[in-house]
Nanobody, 120 residues
Framework: QVQVVEAGGGLVQPGGSLRLSCAAS????????MGWYRQAPGKERDLVAR???????TYADSVKGRFTISRDNAKNTVYLQMNSLKPEDTAVYYC??????????????WGQGTQVTVSS
């Protein structure tokens, strides 16, 4: 059994900052890529940022220069530092992780989502 749990969402004013975290726990052998996606009402879920085991990162054009993804492999945790937030960043943010279980099976897991609202 594997759990992926996000934390850190909330309400912030435009120009503000938030830090999201996502921790994986349970029957884990290793974790490959981890990432953050977001879904605004009426829209599809889109990639925000992604990071490999070795730290290579990918960002959506809309967040480059404002958001930073990082991970702590020892803690099976990925972070998303969000600065200079805009109202259009408002969405439910989901963590994703490609996990190799203790049984040797690679499975993609999603967190439950955390709401980020940018509004004055």
């Amino acid at each position: 059994q594997v759990q992926v749990v996000e934390a850190g969402g909330g309400l912030v004013q435009p120009g503000g900052s938030l830090r999201l975290s996502c921790a994986a726990s349970g029957s884990i052998f290793s974790i490959n890529a981890m990432g953050w996606y977001r879904q605004a009402p009426g829209k599809e879920r889109d990639l925000v940022a992604r990071i490999t085991t070795f730290g290579a990162t990918t960002y959506a054009d809309s967040v480059k220069g404002r958001f930073t993804i990082s991970r702590d492999n020892a803690k099976n945790t990925v972070y998303l530092q969000m600065n200079s937030l805009k109202p259009e960043d408002t969405a439910v943010y989901y963590c994703s992780a490609r996990i190799v279980t203790a049984q040797g099976v690679m499975i993609g897991y999603w967190g439950q989502g955390t709401q980020v609202t940018v509004s004055s």
